[in-house]
Structure formats: structure tokens, C-alpha cells
Nanobody, 115 residues
Framework: VELVESGGGLVQPGGSLRLSCAAS????????MQWYRQAPGKERQLVAS????????YLRESVKGRFTASRDNAQNTVFLQLNNLKSEDTAVYYC?????????WGEGTQVTVSS
């Protein structure tokens, strides 16, 4: 199983980013996916969860109306669209799969929101 995140970067407050997570090594279309984030000195937080069919079943309260998750099962990729970014969104963002063989995390992609 391999999960590779991309799309992070430095953005000004109010800006947008689109994170991608390319998955391989398992039947991606059968499993829900999650996005987590971890800011320096803080615990990891669940940001979003998306079903195999693309239904977003969880979105963290603090990002509602700004972030959205989606997926492309044909491309084995899950996305996190980040809009109207705030400084408190600065963190490393991870995608996670929880499949019968275990829970798998990518290496993460850094999102820094700063003027």
C-alpha cells in the first residue's frame, strides 16, 4: 500500500490549494479515505472522511464551508480542496486508508498559510 500526497505549499490567507493523494496497492474504490492534519506541537486532527462512492461523511467543523473532499476512483486519487485558507490551517496534511490489512498513512504534504 502506498499513499502519496501532493499539492501543498505556501499560500496567503484567503488563498486556495488542492491537495491530491495517489493511492496504490489496494482496491481503492472499495474503501473510504480520510484526510488528517497535524500542526506543530498539536495532535493530529481528522479533517474529512469520504466513502468509496464519494460521499463526504465527516468534515471538521472549523473547515466547513471552506474545505471539501472528493475522489476519482478511476485514477485511484482522493482530493482535498482548501479554500479561504486561514493561518490556523497551517499543518502537514495526510491521507489515510483503513483497510483489512491495516491503517496506512502517506508521508504528508505541508500547507503553510502566511502573509
Amino acid at each position: 500500500v502506498e499513499l502519496v500526497e501532493s499539492g501543498g505549499g505556501l499560500v496567503q490567507p484567503g488563498g486556495s490549494l488542492r491537495l491530491s493523494c495517489a493511492a496504490s496497492g489496494f482496491d481503492f474504490s472499495r474503501f473510504a479515505m480520510q484526510w488528517y492534519r497535524q500542526a506543530p506541537g498539536k495532535e493530529r486532527q481528522l479533517v474529512a472522511s469520504i466513502t468509496p462512492y464519494g460521499l463526504v461523511t465527516y468534515l471538521r467543523e472549523s473547515v466547513k464551508g471552506r474545505f471539501t473532499a472528493s475522489r476519482d476512483n478511476a485514477q485511484n486519487t482522493v482530493f482535498l480542496q482548501l479554500n479561504n485558507l486561514k493561518s490556523e490551517d497551517t499543518a502537514v496534511y495526510y491521507c489515510v486508508s483503513n483497510i483489512p490489512s491495516g491503517e496506512y498513512w502517506g508521508e504528508g504534504t505541508q500547507v503553510t498559510v502566511s502573509s
